[in-house]
């Protein structure tokens, strides 16, 4: 057997696997909520289009302006303790070798080990930060491909390109089965979106659609009940 064959190779671009999986889930899920509540609830596909159409680009933006937020929010923070930490090591850099010296002893490093990697280690002052800021603040360093506005896009474009496909029915077909079409349309996409988790997750791409698809699923049922029942009262 080759050796490569035994080398297991990253999985690249997971950085706005988050992104783009909540944001295409959540746009195919409450795209198609208003879909099935008012398909419930017995109005005009006219109706059912604009509906869709406003929930798709308001709420798409609205979700990626509170990723673009809190990114931008948690990135300040990582940063600001960053200087914190920097700063304590410049000032007290007898109680930081102290603290390093606990993390590696408690990581299973022997003393002598311990003493003769710290000179070495506080040779690269980035790493020496990255390393307090892990074990002391327990956060992890920031990834210098993932930024704000790019984990917004990924949740906006994610949000609407997945969200528009309860929708697209709705403008080629006028007949009574246009709701039945937009549903299987729409567990179709929920399955492959949950499919693909497992390109970068491991996980067993069909458990990970059918997870998927399970969530949607009740969603929509809840909005098409809730979209009944209230044609039924008013």
């Not at 057997?1 to 696997?17: E, F, I, Q, T």
């Not at 302006?65 to 990114?71: D, E, K, V």
């Not at 710290?118 to 790493?127: A, G, H, I, R, Y």
């Not at 993932?146 to 029915?169: D, K, N, Q």
């Amino acid at each position: 057997m080759k050796h490569s064959s035994l080398v297991k190779h990253h999985a690249k671009g997971g950085a706005y696997l988050k992104d783009v999986v909540y944001g295409a889930n959540d746009g195919i899920i409450t795209t198609f909520a208003i879909v099935a509540g008012v398909a419930g609830a017995g109005v005009e596909n006219t109706i059912v289009i604009l509906l869709g159409l406003a929930n798709l680009f308001a709420d798409g933006f609205s979700m990626a302006a509170s990723n673009y937020l809190g990114s931008k929010s948690e990135r300040a923070y990582i940063l600001r303790e960053r200087v914190a930490e920097e700063l304590e090591l410049t000032e007290e850099p007898k109680v930081e070798h102290a603290e390093m010296f606990g993390f590696l002893r408690r990581k299973g490093y022997a003393k002598k080990d311990t003493e003769a990697l710290l000179p070495l280690l506080s040779k690269n002052k980035e790493f020496w930060l990255d390393v307090m800021m892990q074990e002391e603040l327990g956060i992890a360093p920031l990834d210098a491909n993932s930024t704000p506005i790019r984990a917004a896009s990924a949740t906006f474009f994610s949000f609407t390109a997945a969200g528009a496909v309860p929708l697209i029915p709705y403008f080629f077909i006028s007949t009574g089965s246009v709701f039945t079409v937009a549903a299987c349309s729409t567990a179709a996409m929920l399955f492959i979106v949950g499919a693909s988790r497992s390109l970068l997750t491991g996980q067993r791409w069909y458990l990970a659609g059918l997870e998927m698809l399970f969530v949607g699923g009740i969603a929509s049922l809840i909005a098409y009940g809730v979209g009944y029942g209230v044609s039924l009262v008013v």
